[in-house]
Every structure is written in structure tokens, then in C-alpha cells.
């Protein structure tokens, strides 16, 4: 929701300015709440405008200032201004002296189009940082040993982006499997050790929704290699259904990349493919993603076949059609982010190689050098679609 307030000075015709303020606001076309001079409930919706409705109101604000900070002390100031009663002239200001105070600010002007754009994405980052509070994700058997670069600490989480870790034992995911009952699958495949291995792939994928419901949890990350050896199988195929069914479902014990998954989702509304590079060209910007697993949602289709590095289990080779994505990471301590937009040239299917592989050929090849110079970790995310813009309005907003 957008919620509008007003700054108007007191030297300017109450009626008059209600009347443009009526015209103005129409024309723009956005759903909203108009609050007017009433800042008391300032910041609870996902974007709050200021309405400067006339110059002369720097004044005015500056003594709100105060009482704004204390009810968001970290969010930017969007001011609002028309073309008319010297709106733009006071907004220049009011975001001049924030800017001298070290405090972030943006002024919203121009064509009511670009105005009405631009209003629509910052509520959906907003709406985005909103969803991410109270979420509760799981780590479920500690990072991988060979992820010596991707952990986060629980308390910055909940302090930045207002996400809950939640530890659980690995052994958690091997009782509860071998308690649930084996049953036929509805999968096909011609492969008889594909056939003998996806009744314990089922049983994973029951066994871990039991524990995002027994947790209360929205997602989760999973120390899969260690069920090669427990179950003698993985837990490809249930991330793949359950990242098709909504939930946040990670591979690895990565917590960044869950991290990055989870803030993806609230923002695009979309799946994501946890992968890593297996090769890249920075004088093509082209790169070959690859992962056992990928959501469901997210193909055209697939096929089953063993997981790579063991040859046992039951891995994804998906397919997606060629077209934009956004290739994103954000760090273990919040700090830093990555975000290119690209193209799906193909989906290959090397032998040599994890069984979803992905060839995309970033939109400014020298991103491409990233990877190989200052890269954060190894798993990305790729998103489909371009939405590199919005996910940086959702970390802009982010204490």
C-alpha cells in the first residue's frame, strides 16, 4: 500500500491547493491512502510519500524531522512534487539539507507515467522488505565443509532483514525419512536405478515438508551431501518441488544463497536456480551455470537422472527456454550484493558437468569478470526475468 502525506504551507489557499492536490493525484492512477498532514502513523505502509504541495514547507519539515526518524530510522525519504506552486523548488531543498545530514532521500517528478512507475516500485521493494520480517528459514545440518566463504551471523539477519535462522540437525532430515512409509512414485523413467532410488527421493521430500511444518518455517537450507551416506540418496527432487510449491529450499547448507533466494522471492514473486559457474568467457560475458537440482516452476521441462559427483540418487536435468534472467548473490554479512541481468542462450546437458546447465550471456560482458576477481561465493541465483533494478530498491531499504 502507498500511503501519501502532505506538506503544505500556510501562505497558500487551503481550497486551491486541495483541488490541485485532487488533479494531480488522479492523473498519476495509483491506488493509495491519503493521509494528508497527519504523519502519526508515518512508515507502516510498504511506500510513504511526501506530498510537498507548495514551497516554503522547508521549514516545516525540518520540524517533523525528528518524530519521522524515530518512527523509521533507516527508511529514505520519498518526496513528491508536482509542477506547479514551487513543489519541485522546496523538495530540491528539503532533500539537499538530508542529504548534508547523511540521510538518504529521493525526489519523485516528471511525467505522470515515469512518476506512477516508479511510485509502483518502490512499494513492491517495500512490500518486499515487509514479507522478509518474522520469515523463519532453516539450517538444517550446518554449511558444507567446502563453504569456508558462506555463513552469516543469525543476529545480523534479524536485525537487517528481520529473518529468523533457525538451526536443526541434519539428523532430523534422516529420522524423520526413515519413519515415513515407501511408496510408488509418479515420476517416469526408463532407468532402472533411477526407478530404485525415487521412493527414498519421495521419502526425502515428505520428510523435509514435515519439517518445515513442524519448524514454522518459509524455507530452509540443506546439508545434502551428507544423505549420500545416510540415505544413500539426495535431496535434489525435493528441492525442486518445494521451491516449485513456494517455499525457499537451498542446496549446500549455503546460507547466503538461501539469503539471496529468500529476499529474490519476496521481491520477484519468482523461483530461483541455485548454481555455480563452470566455465566463463569475459571477452563473450558468457557463462555456464550448472546445479543438480532446479525448480520445477522454472522448466519446460526435465529429466531424472543419478546426482553428478556420487552417480547414486535422483538429480534434475532441467531445461528452460531461452530468454532474460537476473543473475543475483547477496553476502553472508549483508554487506555486499551482486546483480547482472542476462540471456538464456541454451540448456546443455555435458556429462561431465551437474545435470541442469544453464549457458547465459550477460547483458555487459565485463560483469562477467566479477566472477573471477571479487566473486561472493560460488552458488548464485538466477532469477527469470530482468529485475536487477528492483532488487536493488529492496537492499537500498535495508538498515
Not at 502532505?6 to 486541495?18: G, N, P, Q, R
Not at 516545516?60 to 513528491?80: A, C, H
Not at 539539507?97 to 511510485?119: F, K, M, N, P, W
Request: aromatic share 6%; glycine share 8%; net charge negative.
Amino acid at each position: 500500500m502507498i500511503s501519501i502525506y502532505t506538506l503544505t504551507s500556510e501562505l497558500h489557499d487551503e481550497k486551491a491547493v486541495d483541488a490541485t492536490t485532487r488533479q494531480y493525484l488522479q492523473g498519476l492512477g495509483l491506488e493509495y491512502r491519503f493521509c494528508g498532514g497527519d504523519f502519526t502513523d508515518y512508515g507502516t505502509d510498504s511506500l510513504s510519500l511526501i506530498y510537498v504541495r507548495t514551497g516554503g514547507t522547508e521549514g516545516i519539515f525540518l520540524r517533523l524531522l525528528p518524530t519521522l526518524l524515530k518512527q523509521t530510522p533507516t527508511s529514505p525519504f520519498y518526496l513528491l512534487a508536482s509542477d506547479t506552486a514551487n513543489s519541485l523548488a522546496a523538495s530540491m531543498e528539503i532533500l539537499s539539507y538530508l542529504r548534508s545530514q547523511g540521510l538518504e532521500g529521493e525526489i519523485l517528478h516528471g511525467t505522470d507515467v515515469c512518476v506512477a512507475c516508479r511510485a509502483k516500485q518502490l512499494a513492491q521493494a517495500g512490500e518486499a522488505r515487509q514479507a522478509l520480517k518474522g520469515m523463519r528459514l532453516g539450517i538444517i545440518g550446518q554449511p558444507s565443509d567446502w563453504l569456508i566463504a558462506s555463513t552469516a551471523d543469525p543476529n545480523m539477519v534479524r536485525n537487517i532483514l528481520g529473518i529468523e535462522l533457525v538451526d536443526i540437525p541434519i539428523e532430523e532430515v534422516t529420522e524423520t525419512t526413515k519413519k515415513l512409509p515407501l511408496h510408488e512414485s509418479c515420476e517416469h523413467t526408463e532407468r532402472e536405478e533411477i526407478r530404485r532410488a525415487l521412493p527414498r527421493a519421495e521419502q526425502i521430500y515428505h520428510a523435509l515438508h514435515k519439517i518445515l511444518d513442524d519448524h514454522c518455517l518459509q524455507g530452509f537450507t540443506l546439508r545434502c551431501f551428507d544423505l549420500l551416506s545416510s540415505l544413500q540418496n539426495t535431496g535434489c527432487l525435493a528441492l525442486a518441488r518445494l521451491n516449485a510449491e513456494g517455499y525457499v529450499a537451498t542446496c549446500e547448507g549455503d546460507v547466503p544463497a538461501m539469503l539471496s533466494m529468500a529476499v529474490a522471492r519476496a521481491a520477484c514473486g519468482t523461483s530461483g536456480f541455485q548454481a555455480n559457474p563452470a566455465r566463463i568467457d569475459t571477452e563473450t560475458g558468457e557463462i555456464l551455470f550448472a546445479h543438480c537440482t532446479i525448480p520445477l516452476n522454472m522448466v519446460e521441462r526435465y529429466e531424472l537422472d543419478t546426482h553428478f559427483e556420487s552417480g547414486i540418487g535422483v538429480g534434475i536435468r532441467g531445461y528452460m527456454q531461452p530468454g532474460p534472467v537476473t543473475i543475483f548473490k547477496l553476502s553472508g554479512d549483508l554487506q555486499r550484493s551482486f546483480m547482472a541481468e542476462g540471456e538464456i542462450l541454451c540448456s546443455q546437458a555435458a556429462p561431465n558437468l551437474c545435470r541442469t546447465q544453464l549457458l547465459i550471456r550477460l547483458a555487459q560482458r565485463e560483469d562477467a569478470s566479477y566472477f573471477l576477481t571479487n566473486p561472493i561465493g560460488n552458488h548464485h541465483i538466477i532469477l527469470p526475468g530482468l529485475c536487477a533494478d528492483l532488487l536493488r530498491e529492496v537492499l537500498k531499504m535495508t538498515p
